[in-house]
Each structure stands twice: as C-alpha cells, then as structure tokens.
C-alpha cells in the first residue's frame, strides 16, 4: 500500500529520454554501448536521454539496440514496475494469500550467455574501429 501511495502523487511524465536512459540501465548498458550500437557518440546518448521528444525513426533505432519496441519506450512506467512488485508481494505466502510460484520462462544460464556473447561481438566492433583508425593514422603520417 505505500508503495503505491508514493506512486500515485509522483507527476506523470511522458519525457522520452528519461524513458530511454532508465530502460538502458536496467538493461545494464552504459551510454558509450548505446552510442557504439547506434554508431554516435557518448555525448549524443546523454543530449538523447535528455531529451523530452524524439522523431520517431530515432527512437525505432534506439528501441532495436535495448531490444524493446518502440513502444515499449514510450509506455515505460516506473510505476508500473513498482505496482508489478507491490502485486507479486501481495500474493505471496507471508500475507496468507495464495500461493504464488514463480517460474522463468528462460534459462538463465542461456541469457548469460547471450550476454557474454553480445558483450563480445560489441568488443570485437570496438576493436576493429580503434585498429582502422591507427591504420588511418600511419597513413596520414607517411603522407607527411
């Protein structure tokens, strides 16, 4: 109940990069990930999240890159999560409602994985754009 309390009288807000920079940390993605994934920069990331309206072929390419619908952004709701929570409290044993089982509907070792995974290629795309700028770099300086 407090939670939701605290949840009601907070101001609704439809500002879009709060959304954005709110699903990227719980997707655990720091800026420079966003950026490199979107091919800007770290700055551009953080002028995005502060944003309050995006255009609508930006925000497509920032939902692919969190793995969430564009939708998904725009509906974002904090409290949502919290009521989520405050739901999946209710019901369990400790306040003598029913019995509540929750079961993932993914391996989590496969999610880490993936992780892994993605972490990986992100560095190997890292990599291979530091080795073609100090390529670009001897170049200019043998020109001299």
Known sequence: ?????IMSTATKTSHIGRKISRIRELRGMKQEALAAELG???????????SEHIEDE?????????????EAIENFSEEAIFNNIQNNYEGSTINAGPTVHHQCTFNPL?????AYEEKEKLY???????????AYLEKLLDKK
């Open 124 to 134: 190997e795309r890292l990599l291979k754009a530091e080795k073609e700028k100090v």
């Open 110 to 114: 496969d999610r880490l994985v993936q």
């Open 40 to 50: 800007i920069s770290q700055q551009s990331v953080s002028s995005l999240e502060q």
């Open 58 to 70: 930006k925000l497509e390419k920032v939902a692919k890159v969190l793995g969430v619908s564009k």
């Open 1 to 5: 109940m407090f939670i939701f309390e």
